[in-house]
């Protein structure tokens, strides 16, 4: 069994910064991709920032130049740090990743979500 655990989220005054975390955990075989989506209410789930096996990144254009993903593989553990934030980055933030299984199996896994609140 697979499991991505978050932390980070909470509430930040616009232009402030929040770092999240998600940690992949259970038997698996090797960690694909590690992303982080997003969801406001209302809205649809969208992709904010990905990183690949050799640390290939991609990002949506909304963020960029603002957040930044990393991952320490060592842990298994993907980051993202949100700077500069403003009102409209305000959502659930989702950690996924897609994982080989130990049964060789790749699957796509998802986090519970973790709330960003940004408001003065």
């Known amino acids: 069994q697979v499991q991505l655990v978050e932390s980070g989220g909470g509430l930040v005054q616009p232009g402030g910064s929040l770092r999240l975390s998600c940690a992949a955990s259970?038997?698996?075989?090797?960690?694909?991709?590690m992303g982080w989506y997003r969801q406001a209410p209302g809205k649809q789930r969208e992709l904010v920032a990905i990183?690949?096996?050799?640390?290939?990144?991609t990002y949506a254009d909304s963020v960029k130049g603002r957040f930044t993903i990393s991952r320490d593989n060592a842990k298994n553990t993907a980051y993202l740090q949100m700077n500069s934030l403003k009102p409209e980055d305000a959502a659930v933030y989702y950690c996924?990743?897609?994982?080989?299984?130990?049964?060789?199996?790749?699957?796509?896994?998802w986090g519970q979500g973790t709330q960003v609140t940004v408001s003065s």
């Open positions: 996924n990743a897609h994982i080989t299984r130990s049964d060789s199996v790749p699957a796509n896994y």
């Open positions: 259970g038997n698996f075989f090797a960690i694909n991709s």
């Open positions: 990183t690949v096996t050799h640390g290939l990144t």
